[in-house]
């Protein structure tokens, strides 16, 4: 069936350096994206979404790049904080129903 | 002032159990959720209801009975339990079904001996 995936599992940072997470969908009806941060013992929390009439939308110290030619979204964190440790979710969605499908995750190290 | 709240955060039971979950939420949505999440992190949507009307149900074992007394509560009946519930359970919500983020809870643990 369709899925959302993502490409690295773990990712570990430097802190102070900027941090790319990626994640490749494979329906090309989807038409809303969304990014969120789990944190160890808390629910996902939201960061940015952006919808598939952009291709670029920047919010604080965070960007998400869409590209729907090859069905790929990314997260870049700017400036990566020893806060910004992380499980990160992409989802996508597509019309009403607001059914969300997520990726698998991928694990956020910031190294001091 | 927390937006979307479950209790418990965490359920110790025996296999064959009945148990409930319950979640709230004082945003002032009309549409809720749960999902579940297994150890690998893996987040899926279990249920979805708009107004108190279910609009989603994804192939979930009937053992699994959601119920929504009002637009603000979304409770989650699970009968006789099974080793493979084993999992984190969260509620969510959001203003409609137009799509949009859903604020989460912060999840209910819940392990079956």
């Known amino acids: 069936g369709e899925s959302v995936g993502l490409h690295l599992p773990t990712l570990s940072v430097q802190e102070g350096d900027n941090s790319i997470i990626n994640c490749a969908y494979s329906?090309?009806?989807?038409?809303?994206f969304i990014w969120y941060k789990q944190e160890s013992g808390k629910g996902p929390q939201f960061i940015i979404d952006i919808r598939s009439n952009m291709d670029k939308r920047q919010g604080q110290r965070v960007t998400v790049l869409l590209n729907k030619t090859v069905k790929h979204l990314s997260l870049q964190i700017a400036a990566t904080q020893p806060g910004d440790s992380a499980v990160y979710f992409c989802a996508e969605t597509q019309a009403a129903g607001n059914k969300l499908t997520f990726g698998g995750g991928t694990r956020v190290l910031v190294k001091p | 002032d927390t937006a979307v709240s479950q209790t418990p955060k965490y359920l110790v039971t025996q296999m064959g159990n009945d148990k409930s979950i319950k979640c709230e939420q004082n945003l002032g949505h009309d549409t809720m959720y749960w999902y579940k999440q297994d150890s690998k992190k893996f987040l899926k949507i279990m249920f979805s209801y708009n107004n108190k009307e279910l609009i989603i149900n994804e192939t979930v074992p009937n053992r699994f009975s959601p119920k929504s007394p009002d637009k603000a509560h979304l409770n989650l009946h699970i009968n006789s339990l099974e080793l493979g519930d084993s999992a984190v359970y969260f509620c969510?919500?959001?203003?409609?079904?137009?799509?949009?983020?859903?604020?989460f809870g912060d999840g209910t643990r819940l392990s079956i001996l």
């Open positions: 329906n090309s009806a989807s038409d809303y």
């Open positions: 969510a919500s959001s203003q409609n079904l137009v799509p949009q983020p859903q604020h």
